[in-house]
């Protein structure tokens, strides 16, 4: 008699800390939420006199983005969010769920709601507000604007998948900054 086949079940990897790699820039006054990864040579600057950055929880920061507040007020940035290589951001907030693909930029005062996504160089000005599900893509000459149709369960279950993987790879590779955990 044979023994039924064994199956090996993996549980979900929880993550509960932020990594930040020791060649990142983080001014003092920035708060990072829980699972939120900034690659080496990233930057989440405060410029004097500017209000704080907060920024939500499981975000991906890669590298050689800026994230500047040069506003006296709050510059918040919201959960899940995937800021790609090369990205320049000084809005004033942003949702949940949006990607910013490398190279874009982001100038002072503009707001991006939820699930939006910035095309690759694309140059967004100051003072603009993007509803949710909006994506902004750069053609040769122009600027194409849009809503999206897709779901975000999408995005979604590719960014948890991209977060794991981030969390269990980076350490192997890149010192991390120890950082406080502070209670909520």
Avoid: W
Avoid at 108 to 115: A, H, S
């Amino acid at each position: 008699m044979s023994s039924p086949p064994t199956t090996t079940q993996t549980s979900p990897v929880v993550i509960n800390k932020s990594l930040i790699c020791q060649d990142s820039t983080v001014s003092s006054g920035v708060q990072i939420g829980i699972g939120t990864v900034l690659h080496p040579r990233s930057s989440i600057i405060i410029s004097d006199g500017a209000g704080p950055i907060v920024i939500g929880e499981n975000n991906i920061i890669e590298e050689l983005v800026q994230i500047v507040n040069k506003s006296p007020e709050p510059m918040i940035i919201g959960s899940n969010n995937l800021f790609e290589v090369g990205s320049y951001i000084e809005c004033k907030s942003i949702g949940n769920g949006n990607v910013f693909e490398p190279k874009c930029k982001i100038l002072k005062n503009t707001i991006i709601k939820d699930q939006c996504s910035i095309g690759a160089g694309c140059i967004i000005s100051e003072d603009k507000i993007f509803e949710n599900n909006t994506v902004i893509a750069q053609t040769q000459n122009s600027q194409i604007q849009t809503t999206s149709t897709l779901p975000y369960d999408h995005h979604s279950s590719v960014h948890s998948t991209h977060l794991e993987l981030l969390h269990k790879s980076i350490p192997l590779f890149h010192t991390i900054k120890k950082t406080p955990i502070l209670e909520k």
